[in-house]
Protein backbone atom coordinates (compact mmCIF):
# COMPACT_ATOMS: atom_id res chain seq x y z
CA UNK A 1 0.00 0.00 0.00
CA UNK A 2 1.21 3.41 -1.07
CA UNK A 3 1.48 6.13 1.46
CA UNK A 4 -1.27 7.71 -0.37
CA UNK A 5 -3.36 5.01 0.53
CA UNK A 6 -2.23 4.97 3.76
CA UNK A 7 -3.09 8.54 4.95
CA UNK A 8 -6.36 8.46 2.79
CA UNK A 9 -7.43 5.28 5.36
CA UNK A 10 -6.15 7.50 8.30
CA UNK A 11 -7.70 10.25 7.70
CA UNK A 12 -11.06 8.42 7.85
CA UNK A 13 -10.38 6.56 10.72
CA UNK A 14 -9.94 9.88 12.22
CA UNK A 15 -12.98 11.15 10.87
CA UNK A 16 -15.07 8.73 12.09
CA UNK A 17 -17.27 9.81 15.70
CA UNK A 18 -16.05 8.01 18.94
CA UNK A 19 -16.73 4.42 19.60
CA UNK A 20 -20.06 3.05 20.84
CA UNK A 21 -21.86 5.95 19.13
CA UNK A 22 -23.18 4.28 16.39
CA UNK A 23 -23.34 0.37 14.39
CA UNK A 24 -22.17 1.88 10.91
CA UNK A 25 -19.53 3.92 12.59
CA UNK A 26 -18.11 0.79 14.88
CA UNK A 27 -18.18 -1.68 11.80
CA UNK A 28 -16.51 0.70 9.37
CA UNK A 29 -14.04 1.80 12.38
CA UNK A 30 -13.26 -1.92 12.57
CA UNK A 31 -12.57 -2.77 9.66
CA UNK A 32 -9.94 0.13 8.83
CA UNK A 33 -7.74 -0.86 11.72
CA UNK A 34 -7.70 -3.97 10.83
CA UNK A 35 -6.52 -2.66 6.54
CA UNK A 36 -4.16 -0.43 8.53
CA UNK A 37 -2.46 -3.13 10.74
CA UNK A 38 -1.89 -5.11 7.92
CA UNK A 39 -0.26 -1.96 5.99
CA UNK A 40 2.18 -1.52 8.68
CA UNK A 41 3.48 -4.41 10.28
CA UNK A 42 6.16 -3.98 8.56
CA UNK A 43 7.61 -1.11 9.94
CA UNK A 44 5.52 -0.90 12.98
CA UNK A 45 4.52 -3.97 14.42
CA UNK A 46 3.59 -3.01 17.92
CA UNK A 47 1.58 0.03 16.13
CA UNK A 48 -0.07 -2.89 14.35
CA UNK A 49 -0.93 -5.38 16.89
CA UNK A 50 -2.08 -2.50 18.97
CA UNK A 51 -4.64 -1.49 16.14
CA UNK A 52 -6.17 -5.51 15.99
CA UNK A 53 -6.31 -5.05 19.73
CA UNK A 54 -8.58 -2.12 19.59
CA UNK A 55 -10.62 -3.73 16.63
CA UNK A 56 -11.16 -6.71 18.64
CA UNK A 57 -12.60 -4.94 21.35
CA UNK A 58 -15.07 -2.92 19.23
CA UNK A 59 -16.04 -6.30 17.37
CA UNK A 60 -16.74 -7.87 20.56
CA UNK A 61 -19.02 -4.85 21.76
CA UNK A 62 -21.08 -5.31 18.75
CA UNK A 63 -20.66 -8.98 18.70
CA UNK A 64 -19.73 -8.54 14.99
CA UNK A 65 -18.58 -11.74 14.06
CA UNK A 66 -17.97 -10.81 10.33
CA UNK A 67 -15.58 -8.23 11.94
CA UNK A 68 -13.77 -10.83 14.34
CA UNK A 69 -12.68 -13.15 11.46
CA UNK A 70 -10.80 -10.26 9.89
CA UNK A 71 -9.45 -9.93 12.95
CA UNK A 72 -8.12 -12.91 13.43
CA UNK A 73 -7.22 -12.90 9.32
CA UNK A 74 -5.38 -9.97 10.08
CA UNK A 75 -3.50 -11.22 13.04
CA UNK A 76 -2.60 -14.42 11.21
CA UNK A 77 -1.26 -12.35 8.30
CA UNK A 78 0.46 -10.19 10.48
CA UNK A 79 2.49 -13.24 12.54
CA UNK A 80 3.48 -14.27 9.05
CA UNK A 81 4.74 -11.20 7.94
CA UNK A 82 7.52 -11.14 10.50
CA UNK A 83 7.95 -14.71 9.93
CA UNK A 84 6.09 -16.35 13.27
CA UNK A 85 4.59 -19.13 10.87
CA UNK A 86 3.18 -21.45 14.41
CA UNK A 87 1.31 -18.17 15.30
CA UNK A 88 0.22 -17.07 12.13
CA UNK A 89 -1.04 -20.65 12.01
CA UNK A 90 -2.98 -20.59 14.79
CA UNK A 91 -4.87 -17.36 13.97
CA UNK A 92 -5.65 -18.36 10.52
CA UNK A 93 -7.19 -21.45 11.77
CA UNK A 94 -9.30 -20.09 14.37
CA UNK A 95 -10.57 -17.31 11.55
CA UNK A 96 -10.98 -20.29 8.93
CA UNK A 97 -13.70 -21.64 11.59
CA UNK A 98 -15.60 -18.56 12.45
CA UNK A 99 -15.92 -17.79 8.94
CA UNK A 100 -17.20 -21.37 8.35
CA UNK A 101 -19.62 -21.25 11.16
CA UNK A 102 -21.30 -17.95 10.10
CA UNK A 103 -20.88 -19.42 6.29
CA UNK A 104 -18.58 -15.96 5.24
CA UNK A 105 -17.53 -17.74 2.25
CA UNK A 106 -14.91 -15.34 1.35
CA UNK A 107 -13.10 -15.08 4.72
CA UNK A 108 -13.02 -19.03 4.55
CA UNK A 109 -10.59 -18.82 1.16
CA UNK A 110 -9.08 -16.06 2.55
CA UNK A 111 -8.40 -17.49 5.48
CA UNK A 112 -7.35 -20.81 3.95
CA UNK A 113 -5.01 -19.14 1.42
CA UNK A 114 -2.84 -17.55 4.34
CA UNK A 115 -3.02 -20.95 5.74
CA UNK A 116 -1.54 -22.44 3.05
CA UNK A 117 1.08 -20.15 2.82
CA UNK A 118 1.89 -20.44 6.53
CA UNK A 119 1.87 -24.62 6.65
CA UNK A 120 3.92 -24.50 3.45
CA UNK A 121 6.59 -22.41 5.46
CA UNK A 122 6.42 -24.64 8.18
CA UNK A 123 7.12 -27.78 5.69
CA UNK A 124 3.65 -29.29 6.50
CA UNK A 125 3.28 -29.21 2.97
CA UNK A 126 0.38 -31.72 2.73
CA UNK A 127 -1.74 -29.31 5.14
CA UNK A 128 -0.83 -26.18 2.78
CA UNK A 129 -2.08 -27.83 -0.37
CA UNK A 130 -5.44 -28.69 1.44
CA UNK A 131 -6.19 -25.31 2.32
CA UNK A 132 -5.07 -23.84 -0.96
CA UNK A 133 -6.95 -26.34 -2.42
CA UNK A 134 -10.08 -25.33 -1.03
CA UNK A 135 -9.30 -21.60 -1.40
CA UNK A 136 -8.61 -22.02 -5.18
CA UNK A 137 -12.00 -23.78 -5.13
CA UNK A 138 -13.96 -20.96 -3.55
CA UNK A 139 -12.48 -18.39 -5.25
CA UNK A 140 -13.32 -19.99 -9.03
CA UNK A 141 -17.15 -20.52 -7.65
CA UNK A 142 -17.06 -17.11 -6.55
CA UNK A 143 -15.67 -15.17 -9.48
CA UNK A 144 -12.39 -13.70 -7.83
CA UNK A 145 -10.39 -14.20 -10.60
CA UNK A 146 -7.04 -12.48 -9.09
CA UNK A 147 -7.51 -14.67 -6.05
CA UNK A 148 -8.23 -17.57 -7.76
CA UNK A 149 -5.00 -16.93 -10.35
CA UNK A 150 -2.96 -15.83 -7.33
CA UNK A 151 -4.33 -19.34 -5.50
CA UNK A 152 -3.01 -20.97 -8.13
CA UNK A 153 0.66 -19.82 -8.45
CA UNK A 154 1.11 -20.08 -4.20
CA UNK A 155 -0.07 -23.94 -5.04
CA UNK A 156 2.57 -24.01 -7.62
CA UNK A 157 5.30 -22.84 -4.97
CA UNK A 158 4.67 -25.09 -2.69
CA UNK A 159 4.49 -27.88 -5.13
CA UNK A 160 8.01 -26.53 -5.92
CA UNK A 161 9.40 -26.39 -2.47
CA UNK A 162 8.14 -29.86 -2.24
CA UNK A 163 10.45 -30.69 -5.32
CA UNK A 164 7.52 -32.06 -7.32
CA UNK A 165 8.43 -30.14 -10.06
CA UNK A 166 6.02 -31.02 -13.24
CA UNK A 167 2.61 -31.27 -10.85
CA UNK A 168 3.65 -27.51 -10.00
CA UNK A 169 4.25 -26.88 -13.82
CA UNK A 170 0.80 -27.47 -14.39
CA UNK A 171 -0.36 -24.72 -11.54
CA UNK A 172 1.91 -21.99 -13.10
CA UNK A 173 0.89 -22.54 -16.44
CA UNK A 174 -2.57 -23.04 -16.09
CA UNK A 175 -1.99 -19.50 -13.99
CA UNK A 176 -0.42 -18.31 -17.32
CA UNK A 177 -3.30 -19.45 -19.27
CA UNK A 178 -6.29 -17.76 -17.51
CA UNK A 179 -4.14 -14.63 -17.51
CA UNK A 180 -4.02 -14.04 -21.23
CA UNK A 181 -7.57 -13.00 -21.35
CA UNK A 182 -7.52 -11.50 -17.72
CA UNK A 183 -4.14 -9.55 -17.90
CA UNK A 184 -3.24 -8.77 -14.27
CA UNK A 185 -0.29 -6.99 -14.19
CA UNK A 186 2.70 -8.86 -13.33
CA UNK A 187 1.36 -12.41 -12.97
CA UNK A 188 2.22 -13.96 -17.13
CA UNK A 189 5.78 -13.02 -16.08
CA UNK A 190 5.70 -14.30 -12.40
CA UNK A 191 4.08 -18.01 -14.05
CA UNK A 192 6.49 -18.16 -17.03
CA UNK A 193 9.78 -17.06 -14.05
CA UNK A 194 8.53 -20.14 -11.71
CA UNK A 195 8.00 -22.25 -14.77
CA UNK A 196 11.39 -21.98 -15.69
CA UNK A 197 12.48 -22.45 -12.48
CA UNK A 198 11.05 -25.97 -12.22
CA UNK A 199 11.98 -26.85 -15.18
CA UNK A 200 15.83 -26.15 -14.26
CA UNK A 201 15.20 -27.76 -11.07
CA UNK A 202 13.89 -30.77 -12.56
CA UNK A 203 16.98 -31.61 -15.06
CA UNK A 204 19.66 -30.83 -12.35
CA UNK A 205 17.82 -33.04 -10.29
CA UNK A 206 18.49 -35.80 -13.45
CA UNK A 207 21.97 -34.89 -13.80
CA UNK A 208 24.81 -37.42 -12.18
Known amino acids: MSNNELDSLSKKLKELPATGKNLDTDTLRASLLCKISRSIIATNPDSSFSLLNIAEQICKYREWHQGHTNVLYSRGFNYMSIGQYMK ?47 SISIFQKINQPSQYLNNLN ?27 NLNFPGLSLYALTNIGICQKSSINTRMP
Open 88 to 134: ATEYLYKGLILAEKTNNLIMVAKCGSMLGISYSKLKYFKEAKHYLGI
Open 154 to 180: YMGIVLLEENKYYDAIKYFSLCYEKNK
